[in-house]
């Protein structure tokens, strides 16, 4: 035999293995669910960015104060027993 067509023969053969391998890892993974499970997981990744850039914002926004009210006063006289005049 020609050493020509023993080497284009032998490169077919693991052409045709190759393939085969890569497609049996392919319908397995189908199997499994993993194009679901990537996309699962891109999706939750992309609502972690935006969970992290919403509670920024909402800390960045909010305000440290309420205004100029500085807490309650104890009131003077027991409203349930008079009430005060209009």
Not at 16 to 39: L, S, W
Not at 69 to 78: A, I, N, R, S, Y
Request: aromatic share 4%.
């Amino acid at each position: 035999m020609d050493i020509q067509k023993v080497t284009s023969g032998v490169t077919a053969a693991a052409v045709v293995g190759t393939g085969a391998f890569v497609g049996g890892n392919h319908q397995i993974d189908k199997m499994q669910g993993g194009p679901q499970k990537r996309e699962d997981a891109q999706i939750e990744a992309i609502r972690q960015v935006v969970r992290e850039e919403i509670y920024i914002q909402l800390v960045n926004n909010w305000p440290k104060t309420s205004g100029p009210v500085k807490g309650l006063t104890v009131p003077k006289q027991d409203y349930r027993q008079t009430t005060p005049q209009r």
